[in-house]
T-cell receptor, first 108, second 110 residues
Framework: GQNIDQPTEMTATEGAIVQINCTYQTSGFNGLFWYQQHAGEAPTFLSYNVLDGLEEKGRFSSFLSRSKGYSYLLLKELQMKDSASYLCAVLYGNKLVFGAGTILRVKS | SQTIHQWPATLVQPVGSPLSLECTVEGTSNPNLYWYRQAAGRGLQLLFYSVGIGQISSEVPQNLSASRPQDRQFILSSKKLLLSDSGFYLC?????????FGEGSWLTVV
């Protein structure tokens, strides 16, 4: 299979930093994506990693280790509006497979 | 710029009734198009993808079908809906291997 594992839920405080991990099966790997999905809305694209290392985009950063089959999404200076589900998705060939998502709750 | 639209946004259908969800993409040609479904509290499941007119690949056996009558039009259909077809349906297209989603359609089968 192409199991993509990420925690079901996380809670963090406004202004803090949170790291959401994702592990995946490495065979056939072609790239990894992170999406943000607010309740009742479609997912929106956050980041794309295909090479090892850290990609930074404002308050959000995404890291990839292809040999370990591991990625994380780092959110800094958390805001209440960051409360959402964060989806890790892996491109196998030309098929994008999604994890179940991590629900992040930001509390004041 | 490229945009993607799908409709209707919400619908409530009785069991056994037909379904048609439509998706169109603007601002690009020959896109790869996708239909995903997200059941309540679950991840996105790829249902169909298409790399061109009339070319449809089905990912899971189910009560649904898809068609691509025009380059930028993708239609999801069912002849007889089941209760288990309820969910959030998302059309998507890709550019440089990144997938972008439409607004989504909420389907409730009653």
């Amino acid at each position: 299979g192409q199991n993509i594992d990420q925690p079901t839920e996380m809670t963090a405080t406004e202004g803090a930093i949170v790291q959401i991990n994702c592990t995946y099966q490495t065979s056939g790997f072609n790239g990894l994506f992170w999406y943000q999905q607010h309740a009742g809305e479609a997912p929106t694209f956050l980041s794309y990693n295909v090479l090892d290392g850290l990609e930074e985009k404002g308050r959000f950063s995404s890291f990839l280790s292809r040999s370990k089959g591991y990625s994380y999404l780092l959110l800094k200076e958390l805001q209440m509006k960051d409360s959402a589900s964060y989806l890790c998705a892996v491109l196998y060939g030309n098929k994008l497979v999604f994890g179940a998502g991590t629900i992040l709750r930001v509390k004041s | 710029s490229q945009t993607i639209h799908q409709w209707p946004a919400t619908l409530v259908q009785p069991v056994g009734s037909p379904l048609s969800l439509e998706c169109t993409v603007e601002g690009t040609s020959n896109p790869n198009l996708y239909w995903y479904r997200q059941a309540a509290g679950r991840g996105l499941q790829l249902l169909f993808y298409s790399v061109g007119i009339g070319q449809i690949s089905s990912e899971v056996p189910q009560n649904l079908s898809a068609s691509r009558p025009q380059d930028r039009q993708f239609i999801l259909s069912s002849k007889k809906l089941l209760l288990s077809d309820s969910g959030f349906y998302l059309c998507a297209w890709d550019q440089r291997a990144t997938i972008y989603f439409g607004e989504g359609s909420w389907l409730t089968v009653v």
